[in-house]
């Protein structure tokens, strides 16, 4: 677990499912993700699963990200293993993921946590290169990355999608 000011990232536990399918089934939120498409129960339970198993697996993931001081669920942020077969140039490396829910968007909460959880990273795991993919309509995303030192260096086809890819380099 971690705190900041104003958060907790722990990771996630089966009591997360419906704020995670909440999440996932809200439009606008995914609207650089999914396009906003509907996500099932199966597919959130899934998602979930798998967040709980990186720890497991790896000793690192996605951690849920919760308010300090109410303990609500705010979004979901962390570096994982997503083999999203998009080359050597980004496969071998840990993936930043973040995703805040609507209500949790531009209060600062995806640097804050998203920095927290890349300090966690590097002290625990050793600092190296890490990657993400942004869709390129993202400019909050893109901004959150810019802000915790990535740079761009390409674009790939991503399930139909042109995306960004980011590295972030020691």
């Given at each position: 677990m971690i705190e900041t000011e104003r958060l907790i990232l722990r990771p996630h536990?089966?009591?997360?499912?419906?704020?995670?399918?909440?999440?996932?089934?809200d439009a606008e939120v995914m609207q650089f993700i999914t396009h906003g498409a509907h996500a099932s129960r199966q597919?959130?339970?899934n998602k979930l699963l798998r967040n709980i198993g990186h720890?497991?697996?790896?000793?690192h993931g996605v951690f849920a990200v919760v308010d300090r001081q109410t303990?609500?669920?705010l979004g979901d942020t962390g570096l994982a293993d997503?083999?999203?077969d998009?080359?050597?140039?980004?496969?071998?490396f840990p993936e930043a993921a973040w995703v805040?829910?609507?209500h949790a968007q531009g209060k600062g909460f995806a640097t804050e946590a998203a920095h927290a959880a890349h300090r966690w990273f590097d002290a625990s795991r050793g600092a190296g290169r890490t990657v993400c993919i942004i869709d390129p309509d993202n400019a909050a995303s893109i901004g959150v990355a810019r802000?915790?030192?990535?740079?761009?260096?390409?674009?790939?086809?991503?399930k139909g999608d042109r995306v960004l890819k980011f590295e972030r380099l020691p």
């Open positions: 536990i089966l009591d997360d499912f419906d704020e995670l399918l909440a999440v996932s089934n597919d959130v339970w720890w497991t697996a790896l000793g303990g609500r669920y997503f083999h999203r998009l080359g050597n140039d980004f496969d071998p805040f829910a609507g802000k915790l030192g990535y740079g761009h260096y390409g674009e790939i086809e991503y």
